[in-house]
C-alpha cells in the first residue's frame, strides 16, 4: 500500500477487531450501488453471481451494478440503492442490479454489520415478529432473561427519552422497572410478550437500573448509564444525511463501544422504521434483538 493510501485510512473501533478502511482497499466496495436491505423467505441461501465470484446475499451485502440473482417462486431481495430508491427483486427467475450512482464512504460500515446480528436475526422480519418462544416447561427452570440492547455498560443520552426494550428467556406476563436509586421511575405490569417501550422517561445524568423480572420470580437487573454526550460520528459518514447515510451511522453507533451505544442507535432508526425503510427496520430488528457483541 502506497503510503499517501495509508495516511488515508479510517480506523473505526468494533467490538472484535479495529476495522481499517482505506481509500485503495475499500474502492471496490465504494463503487457498489446498493446493500441487501431485506430477503426472504428467511430460510434462503441466496448469492449475487458477480463476474466468475458468487457472493453471499446477506442484510448489508454491497450489491454492484450488473450483479445477477436467481430466486425460487416465493424468494424475494430488497436492495436499497445509493439514490434512496429501491429494488426489489420476486422469484422466479434471474434479476439483475440496476447501475446507480455510488454508495461512496458509507459502503465501510456495512461490511461490519454481521456483528449487530446472530444465525437466527440477521436474516429478515421486524421487531414485531421477534420475541415468540415457548416458556419452561412445568418443573422446570425458565431461560434467563437477555436484554440485547442493554449490553453490559450501556449508555443513552439525557433528556426526556424512549427506551425501547425486548428481550429473551423467562414466562409471561413480565414486569419491567425502571430504578433510580431504590426510587421507582417507571413500573410497567402484566406485560405480555417480550418488548415494550418506556415512553418520555426523564433522565438525568447517573446510573440506573432497568429490571425485569417474569410470572416465576426470574428476574434480570442491567445498569443503565446516563451521560451528557454521545460519540461523535466520523465527519464523512456524519456529513451524508440521506436515509441510506442515517442508517449506516445507526450501524456504526450500535457497534461503537462494545454495542453500549444501542439505544442511541435505535433512536436514530426510529423515523425511518416509522417510514417503512426496509434496511432500517432491518438492523433495528438487529439492534433489539440480535446477539450482544
Known amino acids: 500500500m502506497k503510503t499517501r493510501d495509508r495516511e488515508r485510512c479510517w480506523h473505526w473501533p468494533l467490538t472484535v477487531a479495529v476495522l481499517v478502511v482505506c481509500a485503495a482497499s475499500a474502492s471496490a466496495s465504494e463503487n457498489g450501488v446498493g446493500v441487501v436491505a431485506e430477503y426472504r423467505p428467511a430460510a434462503g441461501r441466496y448469492t449475487f453471481v458477480r463476474g466468475t465470484a458468487s457472493v453471499p446475499v446477506k442484510i448489508g451485502t454491497i450489491a454492484m451494478a450488473g450483479d445477477t440473482v436467481t430466486l425460487p417462486t416465493g424468494g424475494s431481495v430488497v436492495v436499497k440503492l445509493a439514490t434512496g430508491d429501491s429494488s426489489q427483486f420476486k422469484g422466479p427467475g434471474t434479476f439483475t442490479v440496476p ?3 455510488p454508495l461512496g464512504k458509507v459502503a465501510a460500515v456495512f461490511g461490519s454489520l454481521s456483528a449487530l446480528f446472530d444465525d437466527e436475526y440477521r436474516l429478515e422480519g ?3 415478529s421477534r420475541g ?3 416458556c419452561a416447561e412445568t418443573g422446570k427452570e425458565a431461560r434467563p432473561i437477555e436484554v ?3 449490553a453490559p455498560g450501556a449508555k443513552i443520552v439525557a433528556g426526556e427519552r424512549d427506551l425501547p426494550l425486548a428481550w429473551r428467556g423467562g414466562c409471561e406476563p413480565f414486569v419491567v422497572t425502571l430504578w433510580s436509586g431504590d426510587r421507582k421511575l417507571v413500573d410497567r405490569e402484566s406485560i405480555e410478550g417480550r418488548q415494550v417501550r418506556l415512553d418520555d422517561v426523564p433522565l438525568s445524568v447517573g446510573t440506573y437500573q432497568v429490571s425485569i423480572r417474569d410470572a416465576t420470580g426470574l428476574e434480570r437487573q442491567l445498569p443503565l448509564e446516563v451521560v451528557s454526550s454521545a460519540p461523535a460520528i466520523p465527519h464523512d459518514l456524519a456529513a451524508d444525511t440521506s436515509p441510506l447515510g442515517v442508517v449506516a451511522q445507526a450501524a456504526w453507533l450500535a457497534q461503537e463501544e462494545g454495542g453500549r ?3 442511541e442507535s435505535f433512536e436514530l432508526l426510529r423515523p425511518l422504521i416509522r417510514a417503512g425503510d426496509p434496511l432500517a427496520g432491518a438492523i433495528g430488528d438487529g439492534v433489539l434483538w440480535g446477539s450482544t457483541p
Open 99 to 101: 447501475s446507480a450512482k
Open 126 to 128: 421486524t421487531a414485531a
Open 132 to 134: 415468540g418462544e415457548a
Open 148 to 150: 440485547p440492547i442493554l
Open 261 to 263: 451505544w444501542r439505544l
